[in-house]
T-cell receptor
Framework: AQKITQTQPGMFVQEKEAVTLDCTYDTSDPSYGLFWYKQPSSGEMIFLIYQGSYDQQNATEGRYSLNFQKARKSANLVISASQLGDSAMYFCAMREENTGRRALTFGSGTRLQVQP | DSGVTQTPKHLITATGQRVTLRCSPRSGDLSVYWYQQSLDQGLQFLIQYYNGEERAKGNILERFSAQQFPDLHSELNLSSLELGDSALYFC?????????????FGPGTRLLVL
């Protein structure tokens, strides 16, 4: 069964610094996708970045990049130049592509607080 | 704004009651997913519809049901509500086709059962 693990319940970072949020996953499906979502205190889930298991390069979207290490089954989110507005919960999620079930499995999340 | 709409935003009801949550997917999206976010269970997949047909079931209770209508909006029905059903219920939508497609989430419906 697929599983996502986020071991950092909470993280602090200084404004303008970079921060890495950890995510490890477990799956036997060779084709899978990894996603990161941001959930601010207002509650909505905002898609940040996607990495496919066959992608050769790490995904990047603006200040977000995904450090994908397939052999270690990790998909860490790196946020560069942190801003106060980055304070939120961050969820790592995975979807196995060969099962026919397209739903996401989420980790428990990491609460990031950016300090001025 | 993800383009996915959910109503109502907040719902307060009593144990034993029945409620209906509504979701309109993004224009062009055929798949709708329902997720429940609670403090003790985290984010859990409930059910998926694709173009009006049930596609996959997750941890959905028998007291809960859903459907997707011809105009592709979806409704999640929760009945015989219990205190533990209090949660944030999300609808997400996607095109429903390619590998790697992204699910976009609505703002959620916050349900409080008293």
């Amino acid at each position: 069964a697929q599983k996502i693990t986020q071991t950092q319940p909470g993280m602090f970072v200084q404004e303008k610094e970079a921060v890495t949020l950890d995510c490890t996953y477990d799956t036997s499906d060779p084709s899978y996708g990894l996603f990161w979502y941001k959930q601010p205190s207002s509650g909505e889930m905002i898609f940040l970045i996607y990495q496919g298991s066959y992608d050769q390069q790490n995904a990047t979207e603006g200040r977000y990049s995904l450090n994908f290490q397939k052999a270690r089954k990790s998909a860490n989110l790196v946020i560069s130049a942190s801003q106060l507005g980055d304070s939120a919960m961050y969820f790592c999620a995975m979807r196995e592509e060969n099962t026919g079930r397209r739903a996401l499995t989420f980790g428990s999340g990491t609460r990031l607080q950016v300090q001025p | 704004d993800s383009g996915v709409t959910q109503t109502p935003k907040h719902l307060i009801t009593a144990t034993g009651q029945r409620v209906t949550l509504r979701c309109s997917p993004r224009s062009g999206d055929l798949s709708v997913y329902w997720y429940q976010q609670s403090l003790d269970q985290g984010l859990q997949f409930l059910i998926q519809y694709y173009n009006g047909e049930e596609r996959a079931k997750g941890n959905i209770l028998e007291r809960f049901s859903a459907q997707q209508f011809p105009d592709l909006h979806s409704e999640l029905n929760l009945s015989s509500l219990e205190l533990g059903d209090s949660a944030l219920y999300f609808c997400a939508s996607s095109v429903g086709g390619p590998v790697g497609e992204t699910q976009y989430f609505g703002p959620g419906t916050r349900l409080l059962v008293l």
